[in-house]
């Protein structure tokens, strides 16, 4: 039976953090280096934001398995580069970034290469300026077989829907428009796919899609709504993990869960044993992503 969602989780140890000026012009939650902070405390801060995640995703018997970085990637923290499937395959994909590029490393491909078989590497796109970003560009309902994508700079509409084709999944395409006036850098800022339910902001899709998408979304699950502001919050950046004895969880950033009303939290009680969230600051300040971008799953 297919898994939407998985109980071990991929993440990355940086050796270096800091604003990727390679980045930021399409990524617009993410801000420039203060130049009154340190980047050797910018470094220090980042590293324990994320061995507290980790060591809360652990406490709940949901498995982790950890990497360390490389010097020359400042988002290495962010392992949204390649896809594993539930039969024992992967693929790498093509990364806007030039240092993003980096982080495909080949100790990281080897390991992943141990228990699954590398199938597609998208990375020859790089070179003709077409990206698809993993996980983060394409938002996964694994069972029913749909991608849910918002074309972008880092989310080539061409090379979605090739991949679909070739991959045999239903696309659900859309554009999308944030806070500051242009396309949402990665699908996975506005929507997460659960077991369940879908949590998804219709606000920053463009108004001739939105009815389609909630269509699309409202056929296989009950539909959590975020609204624009959550989004800035970084409510939509979640993942859905589950433990060994079955029980399910929703990880975010603890800013992410104080932006959401007493309303929505019992409506995810409704599907969750609890909501795993840590202080993701200086992460989500200086990269611009959060929780769900610092993890990938290991089906």
Not at 151 to 173: A, G, M
């Amino acid at each position: 039976m297919k898994k939407q969602s998985t109980n071990h989780i991929f993440m990355i140890e940086p050796e270096v953090f800091y604003s990727n000026e390679q980045t930021i012009d399409s990524n617009h939650y993410q801000l420039k280096n203060d130049s009154n902070e340190d980047i050797a405390i910018i470094k220090e801060n980042a590293l324990r934001e994320f061995h507290n995640l980790k060591k809360e995703i652990e406490k709940n018997n949901i498995l982790v398995k950890s990497m360390k970085g490389i010097h020359e990637c400042p988002d290495h923290i962010f392992p949204n580069w390649f896809i594993t499937f539930d039969d024992k395959t992967f693929q790498l994909f093509s990364m806007n970034a030039e240092n993003r590029r980096l982080e495909k490393t080949t100790e990281m491909i080897n390991y992943l290469s141990q228990e699954y078989t590398l199938t597609s590497d998208l990375s020859e796109y790089e070179e003709k300026g077409e990206f698809l970003e993993a996980t983060s560009s394409m938002v996964f309902d694994r069972v029913n077989r749909v991608v849910y994508a918002a074309v972008s700079p880092r989310t080539n509409k061409d090379l979605t829907i090739k991949w679909c084709k070739e991959n045999d999944y239903e696309l659900v395409l859309f554009d999308t428009n944030s806070h500051k006036g242009s396309s949402i850098y990665h699908t996975d800022v506005l929507m997460y796919v659960g077991q369940k339910v879908i949590g998804i902001c219709f606000e920053v899709i463009l108004p001739k899609y939105r009815d389609m998408v909630r269509d699309k979304v409202s056929r296989y699950h009950d539909i959590f709504e975020i609204n624009e502001s959550q989004i800035k919050d970084f409510c939509g950046n979640s993942l859905e993990a589950h433990n060994d004895s079955n029980e399910f969880f929703l990880i975010m950033s603890s800013r992410a869960f104080n932006a959401l009303s007493d309303a929505q939290k019992n409506q995810l009680s409704k599907y969750y044993k609890s909501i795993i969230h840590t202080d993701l600051t200086t992460i989500e300040k200086y990269g611009g992503g959060s929780a769900r971008c610092m993890l990938n799953e290991l089906f």
